[in-house]
């Protein structure tokens, strides 16, 4: 598989190119601020991109795929409930074929309804949902957030595999990616017990990175 990730401005955000090695087809997600750099990585590889995909609808998650429908002129990939135009709309679970790899989507709302992480053979693109270390903001900043899905969606992922890889939608964390078993045994939000408990540590959040130095 051919993986690519990139710092792609905004707040921290990362792209992502992923692509397969034979067919040489492949898909950008979350362009965001990088999509010039994103599409000459994939030309470097000699992969053409047949989906456009975002995790979710926020701002600095689709910016840059304007950009590459002029170019590309693939279709907009999203999760069916997106208020955002797209050309092609997934259902939770369901695959995409690209080449010989099968994406995966899991719809897991939360931090906005239209989340999605993306599975990727043995790594998973958490987008907002979770990061290294960190998760995803709720709250009235965030209109449709939702923090009691967004326990039930971090517990969904919780389910998959320990060795599962974790590639943020940002770069918050003391390193780019993880593991869904390094983010359970380390991650503040992972390690609550119960739903009141993650809620807690929310409302705490800054005290609690400053208690334990947590940048
Ligand atoms: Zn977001």
Not at 15 to 36: F, H, K, M, T
Not at 169 to 196: A, C, M, W
Request: net charge negative; hydrophobic share 35%; glycine share 8%.
């Amino acid at each position: 598989m051919i993986f690519e990730q990139m710092p792609a401005g905004g707040d921290r955000n990362f792209g992502y190119l992923i692509g397969d090695e034979r067919s040489r087809q492949g898909v950008i997600v979350d362009a965001s601020y990088a999509p010039e750099r994103l599409l000459s990585t994939a030309e470097r590889h000699g992969v053409k991109v047949l989906y456009i995909i975002s995790t979710h609808s926020h701002q600095d998650h689709v910016a840059g795929n304007d950009y590459l429908v002029e170019r590309t002129a693939a279709p907009v990939v999203m999760h069916a409930s997106t208020p955002h135009p797209c050309d092609r709309r997934v259902a939770d679970n369901e695959k995409l074929a690209v080449g010989n790899l099968r994406l995966r989507f899991l719809h897991t709302p939360g931090h906005i309804p239209d989340h999605v992480c993306v599975l990727a053979d043995d790594k998973l693109l958490t987008g907002d949902l979770l990061f290294v270390g960190k998760i995803g903001g709720t709250g009235p900043q965030f209109p449709g957030s939702d923090p009691r899905q967004q326990w039930e969606s971090l517990h969904r992922v919780m389910q998959l595999d320990a060795e599962i890889e974790v590639w943020p939608g940002h770069d918050y964390g003391v390193k780019p990616s993880s593991t869904i078993g390094n983010e359970i045994s380390t991650n503040p939000f992972l390690l609550t017990k119960t739903y009141d408990d993650f809620v807690y540590l929310k409302d705490h959040w800054a005290e609690y990175k400053k208690a334990h130095n947590i940048a």
